[in-house]
């Protein structure tokens, strides 16, 4: 009965839990709102039984943490497809204090999984910090958005302190897939979070083709290191969240890291030399779209 009970009381958050982070995957509209819905969070006493083991009550702790954070992915959500009151003068401030403040509001076990990367060996753990860092890059891109705005080149904007902070954020993803060890990658995981690893990819290879005039490409390694041990990830012990950034990248990161080891421009520069994706590569033109646009050297509108 009080298994029953339990699951119950998990319902909900695990269902709007999938729902946010469905929306954020695909980019599709949210069909629910924090409007439409009341439940409390849950609380250790509602999940754990009085006799609970401390690693029970650990795995509880990162699911609480996970639905309060799933109210924050929710108001950035929001915020994109403007369906909220909430934010009628929104900044790149008020949106960093969102995530500011639910930091604040974490237990210090839990905070060392959000702001260090520790305590992964938690049941769940992994999966919530994957889920938080997916949020810390939404924040990012929101922000950069917010600030098209300004009077920096394509090239330029690299060198900005927002495009910096994504960069950051979407290199966190990757080293923290580079991290995982049999344990943690056999626990756990949303599914969706495929597509977060995916992004944060995509942002390093965008990040990579716009560096001009240095001698060593970070982004792009780091690219091409995601690549790779997602490959041994999926070899080694068929963790499946690998496939899609597998599928969208996996041929486009050596691609360009060909390209790059056999010519002496620089990475953002088109030349004879450099590879014609669209003859050479099998790849949806709206990831090559969203790769390539803005970038100097590039057409806005080459054909596939």
């Not at 009085?50 to 795995?59: N, V």
């Not at 210090?108 to 049941?123: A, E, F, K, M, Q």
């Not at 977060?196 to 290191?225: C, E, H, V, W, Y």
């Not at 597998?246 to 450099?274: H, N, Q, R, W, Y």
């Amino acid at each position: 009965m009080i298994d029953g009970m339990l699951e119950v009381q998990r319902l909900p958050w695990q269902l709007t839990n999938i729902h946010f982070r469905c929306s954020l995957a695909y980019g599709t509209p949210l069909q629910v709102h924090r409007a439409q819905y009341d439940v409390p969070f849950p609380t250790i006493e509602d999940l754990c039984h009085p006799t609970a083991e401390p690693y029970q009550k650990g795995a509880a702790s990162v699911f609480i943490a996970l639905t309060t954070l799933t109210d924050v992915l929710a108001r950035y959500l929001e915020h994109v497809y403007s369906v909220s009151k909430e934010f009628p003068h929104s900044n790149a401030h008020t949106l960093e204090q969102i995530l500011s403040d639910w930091e604040e509001s974490l237990s210090d076990d839990i905070r060392r999984i959000v702001l260090r990367g520790t305590h992964l060996d938690i049941p769940g753990a992994a999966n919530f910090r994957l889920a938080y860092l997916a949020v810390k890059l939404l924040l990012r891109r929101i922000q950069l958005d917010l600030n098209k705005g300004s009077n920096l080149t394509a090239e330029d904007d690299t060198k900005a302190p927002f495009y910096m902070q994504a960069q950051r954020a979407a290199e966190d993803i990757a080293h923290l897939i580079q991290e995982l060890d049999a344990t943690q990658l056999n626990g756990f995981w949303i599914p969706v979070h495929s597509f977060s690893i995916t992004s944060a990819t995509m942002f390093l290879l965008r990040s990579g083709l716009r560096m001009k005039d240095q001698g060593r490409n970070m982004p792009l390694s780091i690219a091409k290191d995601m690549i790779n041990v997602l490959l041994t990830h999926r070899q080694n012990f068929g963790w499946d969240l690998a496939d899609n950034c597998l599928e969208d990248c996996g041929e486009l990161v050596e691609k360009i890291g060909m390209a790059v080891a056999d010519s002496d421009l620089p990475v953002g520069t088109a030349g004879p030399d450099f590879p014609d994706f669209s003859e050479d590569l099998d790849i949806n033109p709206a990831i090559l779209e969203e790769l390539f646009f803005g970038i100097s050297g590039f057409p806005q509108g080459f054909e596939i």
